[in-house]
């Protein structure tokens, strides 16, 4: 598939201010707007740049401080983190999963936190100082900001009981809900790869949304509505919402999970630096049933947890 050049193929914009976090006093026509908006560019694209969020820059800056510290951890210190650990963080080392399994590995480290605030077992603070008190923060305004955009897109789909469906986002941070804030690593790309090897395979996400921040540097590409690769640049004090396979699911395909890489930069200057970028993985409760929210049978009713975590799973059995 070809990447589209033409300067039309750009994914939308939109202010977010009327339901920014910084913003308490909201007006029910400009939320209605903004709700319209929102899933007018989901049906399509699946993808949106939100500017005036108002998740503080500096917070951002600093989440990725702390995962950069993290990923410069020595093999064996991070070793007691890994997915098989049953902490509430988890890494997954270099080039260790491949999220399209007709690729090579990823070139990609990963780290991602789950239940920021379950002390069962030990978090890296010894080695990192203010690493659980940074992703509390990160994790609890994602968190947030995440159920404004629920409830915009409940809005925009006209859907009557929004108070149960963002219920059935409730526990979000617990044992039982696998929402994650995810930190990628994607480090100077080798002068030698395997063919076809890129650092993020072709993919859509799976659960509910997708919040995604990246660094400065490129990479990130979106299957647009025209069925072509398009480059999704970061874009400065914006955040990148997209919609997962469960939440398309859910609608009916009236909203669009849409697939996306990360490819290898065609300048030597962009492959030399490592890349970084957090994704927050929003999943609805593991219990949930979710059934399609317009009545039809379209697709049958599955749980959440059984549908996400069966994808999770298989993404490194390979
Ligand atoms: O690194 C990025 O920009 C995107 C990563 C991604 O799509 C994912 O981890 O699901
Ligand atoms: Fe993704």
């Known amino acids: 598939m070809d990447v589209a ?4 193929e750009k994914l939308p914009i939109i202010d977010f201010s009327a339901y920014s976090l910084q913003n ?8 209605q707007r ?3 908006r929102l899933v007018q560019a989901f049906s399509t694209e699946g993808f949106v740049y939100l500017r005036n969020h108002g998740i503080p820059n500096t917070l951002i800056s600093k989440t990725f401080a702390v995962a950069n510290k993290f990923f410069s951890l020595p093999e064996e210190v991070k070793t007691r983190f890994s997915k098989s650990q049953g902490c509430s963080l988890y890494w997954v080392g270099y080039q260790a999963e491949k999220v399209n399994p007709a690729r090579p590995a990823d070139i990609k480290e990963a780290m991602g936190v789950y239940r920021p605030r379950d002390n069962e077992k030990p978090w890296p603070n010894q080695e990192v100082p203010e ?3 940074t992703f509390q923060e990160m994790y609890d305004k994602c968190h947030l900001f995440s159920l404004r955009v629920l409830e915009l897109i409940a809005r925009g789909l006209q859907i009557q009981d929004i108070p149960s469906f963002l ?3 409730s526990l979000i941070g617990s044992r039982a809900n696998i929402t994650s804030l995810t930190t990628l690593h994607y480090p100077p790309v080798p002068d030698h790869v395997s063919e076809g090897q890129i650092r993020c395979g072709e993919h859509s996400d799976y659960g509910s949304i997708t919040l995604l921040f990246q660094d ?3 990479g990130l590409e979106v299957l647009n509505s025209h069925g072509r690769y398009i480059p999704a640049p970061p874009l400065a004090d914006t955040v990148v919402v997209n919609i997962g396979d469960l939440m398309q699911r859910w609608t009916s395909d009236k909203i669009v999970s849409n697939k996306h890489r990360v490819v290898i930069p065609d300048t030597r200057e962009h492959r030399r630096v490592t890349r970084r970028s957090m994704a927050f993985f929003v999943n609805p409760n593991d219990d949930a049933v979710v059934t399609c929210l317009d009545g039809s049978d379209k ?3 599955i749980t959440a947890g059984e549908y996400v975590k069966g994808k999770i799973m298989a993404l490194t059995n390979y």
């Open 131 to 133: 690493f659980q008190e």
């Open 299 to 301: 697709y049958k009713p």
């Open 34 to 36: 903004l709700a319209t």
């Open 24 to 31: 308490d006093e909201t007006d029910d026509d400009e939320l």
């Open 167 to 169: 219920a059935m986002h």
């Open 5 to 8: 050049t033409d300067q039309e």
């Open 216 to 218: 400065t540097h490129p």
